[in-house]
């Protein structure tokens, strides 16, 4: 309801934090009965009928009644996180967090340690509008019997970058006091600051006469590494775990909660899954691998667990105090209240691998992926997996001709603005991702406006021992508009736009009409052509050795024959397991096939004879068949069902495969 209802929200309400903040609390008190007479605090928020913002706050309520007729405190938590503006939610991002996710984090960390919570300090490090807050406060008050003043000026601690969110975290607790019969104005441990570098022990003197928080709960803010401000970048270089990659900004948060709790001190996330396999996350994985902490993860893997937001999330409750493994589940987060011990494979940190990502799955699966990773050469050394074009700007660069002449293409614009491109400054152009099988390169083929030149270089080696003897510069402006006045013609037409590009940086570009990256312009050679995430192996051979691609990869090499083999090799079940096992997932059982994640994927050396038959055969189950046995991997070992991966053992089953 309330995601329906949020799509009319900003007709009828206020764009300022404040104003935003008196029309929802006196709704909320008014459709709760709630008529407060001792807190000052929230007496100045209710909007009274001679105030300008009545008319607001009225329009408001009747257009909440005609949606729902109660108002709940996980519905003012929820509405005060989607009325942060999207800007704000770009760079600090603030997410509502279910209130079933709250509740597993909250029992998880506290049953974790034998501590008196009615002495436990509990601190949230990015609070947001209080959610994590709340539930806490209402989970000590059921279990302890806890006056909320006590809990709030003595146990709860909350930080935030944003003074609404601290205001709306006062409010919230506020409301619930107040809606439990404690109506007073409280002391709140509620603090605006940058988590990034805040001083926990002085801004705090109580935790750190302590040595630390016992419990950090929340839900780190999700922000990816291209929406990050330089002066954030900035405050992230003093943390460790974010010198790998291009760091999201949850990553510092691990780092952040587990160096504010004390040595017996307990955390607990909703947060990204992808830091157990991703490059920016080594340094996270180090870092948790280095001081043994007790950690578990609870993986949804390509579940979306929050309403509106493509993200793929994890719970992770980790102790201070050093454990020899990490407990981990993948999990739907309609079962998150059945799991229990048993649910949870225990995998020592001696047998995962920080720089090239964790496997978090059974031995078996672990010794099936040691075959895949070791019978024979890695991929990458194979052949070059090389990555497609960057123009920041396709919709300019790229088209779909609707006509042509013996020396023109003719493209039509959004607009309805129709030019002529002269052929010669033309390449041809596939998107990656659209291709299934070879006859799609009719279907989905373009053309890209290339506005380059190749310049010869001495000879560079490709992996299988062939040369590529060019290089690729821009164009001089003169010589563009000489030998092309109608693209040049186009590309001035389009000039702005193109300003535009890296938010204003374009103007640091060899030239203004050159592309985005300068990666993916000179990829020579007979191609596999493959998507960035699938959710199956398409591999797709051309021999256009100047085609050009974008939003996906290709493997690259002069030999056919090597190509064609590659390509039986990677559409078949063991490649497929591999990914699934090894990849960054995505919803709707995707998953990533960056060249990071696919490389170490190994090739075993083939006979003639064995090449003959993969490059004739036609049969999918003969040719995964003949490769299990090259791998010497039990074909049951690689089927989709869980229940059949875990029931299998490797070592009893192998020596029946005879090694081919």
């Known amino acids: ?93 603030a997410i509502y ?36 807050l709340y539930s806490y406060a209402r989970f000590l008050r059921e279990r302890h019997d806890l006056s909320y003043e006590y809990i709030y000026s003595e146990l709860l601690y909350g930080v935030d970058i944003a003074p609404y969110s601290i205001e709306r975290s006062a409010i919230t607790l506020s409301l619930l006091a107040i809606g439990e019969g404690e109506d007073a104005d409280f002391q709140f441990n509620l603090k605006e600051g940058n988590s990034l570098d805040f001083d926990w022990r002085t801004e705090f003197t109580r935790v750190g006469e302590r040595g630390g928080f016992d419990f950090v709960i929340g839900n780190p803010p999700y922000v990816c590494a291209k929406n990050i401000t ?90 201070r105090q050093p454990q020899p493994v990490v407990r981990y589940c993948l999990s739907k987060s309609s079962q998150l209240s059945t799991l229990g011990p048993a649910d949870f494979v225990q995998i020592p940190y001696d047998t995962l691998t920080d720089h090239q990502g964790w496997v978090l799955s059974t031995v078996d699966i672990k010794s099936v992926l040691h075959r895949l990773r070791t019978t024979g050469r890695p991929l990458e050394q194979v052949a070059d997996i090389r990555g497609g074009f960057a123009t920041l700007k396709n ?108 938010r204003g940086g374009a103007s640091d570009y060899e030239a203004w009409y050159a592309f985005g990256r300068a990666q993916g312009l000179n990829v020579q050679g007979y191609k596999l052509l493959f998507p960035h995430i699938s959710d199956q192996p398409y591999f797709v051979y051309t021999e256009d050795s100047d085609l050009l691609f974008y939003t996906g990869f290709s493997i690259v090499s002069w030999n056919s024959r090597t190509l064609r083999i590659l390509q039986k090799v990677l559409i078949s079940k063991l490649f497929w397991f591999f990914v699934k096992h090894t990849s960054k997932p995505y919803s709707g059982d995707y998953f990533g096939l960056g060249k990071n994640y696919i490389k170490g994927f190994s090739i075993p050396l083939f006979e003639k004879e064995e090449e003959d038959f993969l490059l004739t055969c036609a049969d999918k189950d003969e040719i995964n068949t003949f490769l299990a046995a090259k791998y010497r991997i039990p074909m049951q070992m690689l089927m989709d069902e869980p229940t059949m991966v875990n029931s299998v053992n490797i070592e009893q089953v192998l020596p029946l495969v005879a090694p081919v």
Request: aromatic share 12%; hydrophobic share 40%.
């Open 230 to 319: 330089p002066e954030t970048r900035e405050l992230l270089e003093k943390w460790p775990v974010c010198l790998s990659g291009n760091p999201d900004l949850y990553i510092p948060f691990f780092q952040i909660g587990l160096e504010a709790l004390h040595e017996h001190g307990v955390l607990g996330y909703i947060t990204v899954n992808s830091f157990t396999r991703s490059m920016n996350g080594r340094k996270l994985r180090e870092y948790f691998h280095q001081h043994s902490f007790g950690l578990s993860i609870v993986d949804f893997g390509g579940e979306q667990v929050f309403k509106g937001r493509t993200t793929y999330t994890c719970i992770c409750i980790i102790g």
């Open 97 to 132: 967090t279910p209130e079933y996710i709250k509740s597993y984090i909250i029992d998880q960390v506290t049953a974790s340690t034998n501590l008196d919570l009615t002495q436990a300090f509990v601190c949230d490090v990015a609070c947001g509008c209080g959610g994590f």
């Open 395 to 502: 919709q300019v660069f790229v088209f779909k001709a609707i006509g042509e002449t013996p020396t023109h293409f003719e493209l039509e614009t959004k607009a309805k603005v129709r030019f002529q491109i002269e052929k010669g400054i033309c390449r041809n152009a596939v998107k990656a991702n659209s291709l299934k099988k070879e006859a799609d390169f009719a279907i989905y083929g373009e053309k890209i406006i290339f506005p380059y030149k190749y310049q010869a270089q001495p000879n560079v080696l490709f992996p299988d021992e062939q040369t590529v003897g060019r290089r690729v510069v821009p164009l001089e402006e003169v010589e563009l508009a000489t030998l092309y006045p109608d693209a040049y013609k186009y590309l001035l037409a389009h000039q702005a736009e193109l300003a535009l590009r890296d």
């Open 1 to 93: 309801m309330i995601k329906e209802f949020f799509r009319t929200l900003n007709k009828v309400i206020p764009a300022e934090p404040r104003r935003v903040n008196r029309i929802l609390v006196t709704t909320f008190l008014a459709l709760n009965n709630l008529k407060p007479q001792h807190s000052a605090f929230v007496n100045e928020l209710v909007i009274h009928e001679q105030e300008e913002d009545w008319a607001d706050y009225t329009l408001f309520q009747d257009y909440f009644l005609s949606y729902q007729g109660t108002f709940s405190f996980e519905d003012l938590i929820e509405i005060f996180e989607l009325v942060v503006s999207p800007s704000d939610k770009k760079v600090n991002g």
